[in-house]
C-alpha cells in the first residue's frame, strides 16, 4: 500500500489536460510567498472599493477549489465525484454575520443544505459554529465569564439551533461535521458539541462530529479524558491538524499566555498520529473521520485499519480531502472501495475570498504542501505526453 497515493492516472482521471496546465500555473503562483501577500491584499483592496474583479478571481484560483456559486453550478461536479465513490460534502460560505436575524438566517440555510444533501445522497454536512452565533458570546462562554441576560438568552438561541440541526439531520440521515475554530472559542464549541453527541450519538454509528486540531499540544489529554469519561453514546471525531497556526501564535503572544501550538511541524505530525493511533486502540466507541492531505497520516489510517481488521468501508472510518487539493489521496483510496469525501466549498465569489486567500496562505507557508500538488499535476501532465 506504500505507494498506492503516486498513481496520478487515477488521481486526476476527471481532469481534462488544459485543467491540469491551469492547476500547475496556479500552484507554480501560490508557492512564491511575497506573491500571495501581495494579491491577497490587492484583491481584497479591489473588492472592497467594488472592483469588477470577481470573474478573475472565478476563472482562477475559485474554479481550483469551489464547486460554483449556487448548487445547480456544482451539480457537475458531484455526480462525476460519485461517479468515482466520492462523496460531497456541501459547505456553504456565508459574509460575516452579526445579528441574531442573520444566525437565524445561516440557521435556515443549513436545514436547507442538509435537505439537499440528503436529496443528492450526500451522507454529511458541515457547519462552522459561528456562523451560528456571536465570536464574542463563544469567546466569552469559552472563558467562563458570567453572561449577562442578554448573552445569556442569545447563549440559549445558539444551543436551540445547534440542537434542531442535529435532531433534523438525525431524523434525515445525515451525518454532522462540526468545524473547529480558534483557541479563544474552542471551549464553547467542545462543551456543546459533546452535549449534542450524549444526546444524538447512540447507536452503531455517530452522527456527530466534533473537530479535534492536532496542532494543540493539548488534545492528546482532551481525547483521554473524553474517552475515560465516555458514556453510553459514540464519540465521533474529524481529526484535522489545524487552519489558524500564525493567527493563535500571534494571539497568544498579544494576550500574553502560552501559545497552544505545537512547537514544530514535527510535533504537530506526532501528534496527530499519536491521536489517531490511541483513537484506533479504542475504535468500539469511536467514530473517525481523517481530514487531511498528509500521506504519512492516510496511510498510517490505513496500517490502522488493518491491525483492527476493519473492512474498507467500515461506516465507522472516513477519509476527506478539500476540493481541489490531495487528488491523489482521495481517488486512490476511493479506487480501494474505501469511504471519501471531499468538502466542496460553494456560494458567492465575494463570500469565498477569505476561504480562497486561506487555501492560497495555507499552500504558500506549509513547507511541502504546494510541492505536493505540484509534484503530482506534473507527473500526469508527462505521463499524458509520453
Ligand atoms: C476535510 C478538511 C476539513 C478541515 N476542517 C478544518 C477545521 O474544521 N478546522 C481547522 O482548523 N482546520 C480544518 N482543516 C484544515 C487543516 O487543519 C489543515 O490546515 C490542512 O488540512 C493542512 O494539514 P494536513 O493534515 O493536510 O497536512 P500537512 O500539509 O502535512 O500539514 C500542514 C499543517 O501542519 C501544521 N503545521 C505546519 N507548520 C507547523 C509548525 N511550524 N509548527 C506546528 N504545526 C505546524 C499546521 O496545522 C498546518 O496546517 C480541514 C482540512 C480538511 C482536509
Redesign the pocket.
Known amino acids: 500500500m506504500q505507494n498506492l497515493f503516486q498513481n496520478t492516472e487515477v488521481a486526476y482521471d476527471l481532469k481534462k489536460t488544459s485543467q491540469i496546465r491551469k492547476s500547475i500555473f496556479l500552484f507554480s503562483l501560490i508557492t512564491k510567498r511575497f506573491l500571495v501577500k501581495i494579491l491577497s491584499a490587492v484583491t481584497l483592496f479591489f473588492l472592497k472599493l467594488g472592483f469588477p474583479i470577481k470573474w478573475l478571481l472565478k476563472a482562477t484560483i475559485y474554479e481550483q477549489f469551489c464547486g460554483g456559486v449556487s448548487i445547480t453550478e456544482c451539480s457537475d461536479i458531484i455526480k462525476r465525484m460519485k461517479k468515482k465513490n466520492v462523496f460531497s460534502i456541501l459547505d456553504y460560505s456565508i459574509e460575516s454575520l452579526q445579528n441574531e436575524k442573520d444566525f437565524d438566517n445561516a440557521f435556515e440555510k443549513k436545514l436547507t443544505i442538509i435537505k439537499l444533501s440528503k436529496e443528492n445522497d450526500m451522507p454529511f454536512s458541515v457547519f462552522?459554529p459561528t456562523s451560528l452565533g456571536s465570536y464574542k458570546l463563544f469567546k466569552k462562554k469559552s472563558s467562563k465569564k458570567n453572561l449577562n441576560d442578554k448573552e445569556k438568552s442569545n447563549w440559549f438561541n445558539i444551543e436551540k439551533r445547534f440542537d434542531r440541526i442535529f435532531e433534523y439531520a438525525k431524523k434525515m440521515k445525515v451525518k454532522i461535521?462540526v468545524?473547529?475554530?480558534e483557541y479563544e472559542v474552542q471551549n464553547a464549541i467542545d462543551e456543546l458539541v459533546l452535549k449534542m453527541m450524549k444526546k444524538y450519538n447512540g447507536g452503531s454509528e455517530a452522527y456527530i462530529y466534533n473537530?479535534v486540531?492536532l496542532?494543540r499540544w493539548d488534545r492528546i489529554n482532551y481525547l483521554k479524558k473524553l474517552i475515560r469519561d465516555r458514556g453510553d453514546f459514540r464519540l465521533g471525531f474529524?481529526l484535522?491538524?489545524?487552519?489558524?497556526?500564525e493567527k493563535e501564535r500571534q494571539l497568544a503572544k498579544e494576550n500574553d499566555y502560552q501559545s497552544p501550538?505545537?512547537?514544530?511541524?514535527h510535533?504537530?505530525?506526532n501528534n496527530?498520529n499519536k491521536a489517531l493511533r490511541f483513537l484506533f486502540s479504542n475504535i468500539k466507541g469511536v467514530d473517525i473521520f481523517v481530514?487531511?492531505?498528509?500521506e504519512e497520516?492516510n496511510y498510517l489510517v490505513l496500517e490502522m485499519m488493518d491491525k483492527y481488521s476493519l473492512k474498507n468501508d467500515s461506516n465507522n472510518i472516513w477519509f476527506?480531502?478539500?476540493y481541489g487539493?490531495?487528488d491523489n489521496i482521495t481517488f486512490n483510496l476511493s479506487q480501494k472501495g474505501y469511504n471519501v469525501?471531499k468538502?466542496l466549498p460553494f456560494g458567492p465569489v465575494k463570500n469565498l475570498v477569505p476561504y480562497l486567500v486561506r487555501r492560497a496562505q495555507?499552500n504558500s507557508s506549509?513547507?511541502?504542501?504546494t510541492n505536493?500538488e505540484l509534484k503530482y499535476l506534473k507527473k500526469e501532465l508527462i505521463r499524458r505526453n509520453s
Request: proline content about 0%; aromatic content about 8%.
Open positions: 462552522k461535521l468545524d473547529a475554530e473537530t486540531q496542532y474529524k484535522v491538524r489545524g487552519a489558524y497556526m501550538i505545537c512547537k514544530s511541524k510535533d504537530t505530525d496527530f481530514a487531511s492531505h498528509n497520516s476527506c480531502q478539500l487539493m490531495g469525501a468538502i495555507e506549509v513547507g511541502g504542501q505536493r
